[in-house]
Nanobody, 125 residues
Framework: QVQLVESGGGLVQAGDSLRLSCAASGRTFSSSYATGWFRQAPGKEREFVAA????????DYADSVKGRFTISRDNAKNTVYLQMNSLKPEDTGVYYC?????????????????WGQGTQVTVSS
């Protein structure tokens, strides 16, 4: 069993930065394929934001966040981070981290096994 706990959300102004954390308990990253971040805005579907693979640490990003967001990990702390810079109002939503155990479509939320409860990010204009 794995538990994921997100933190670091808040209310910021456009152009500001936030760093989200996803702390995992239970099985370590080395037993997984990748950890991803998703977000869900009110009235919209949950969408892929970024992911990092355990083996090699390669990353993927949604086009909407490329160049502004950076995903990273600390294996010793069993934690994945999402550094968000130059935030925009359209980045507003609940941010979730999730873990998957096999390759495939990193954008497909149905392929992630474990999810956190989410942390709210609100960006005002």
């Amino acid at each position: 069993q794995v538990q994921l706990v997100e933190s670091g959300g808040g209310l910021v102004q456009a152009g500001d930065s936030l760093r989200l954390s996803c702390a995992a308990s239970g099985r370590t990253f080395s037993s997984s394929y990748a950890t991803g971040w998703f977000r869900q805005a009110p009235g919209k579907e949950r969408e892929f934001v970024a992911a990092i693979r355990w083996n090699g640490g390669s990353t993927d990003y949604a086009d909407s966040v490329k160049g502004r967001f950076t995903i990273s990990r600390d294996n010793a702390k069993n934690t994945v981070y999402l550094q968000m810079n130059s935030l925009k109002p359209e980045d507003t939503g609940v941010y979730y981290c999730a873990r998957r155990y096999y390759p495939g479509d990193l954008y497909a939320r149905g392929e992630y096994r474990y999810w956190g409860q989410g942390t709210q990010v609100t960006v005002s204009s």
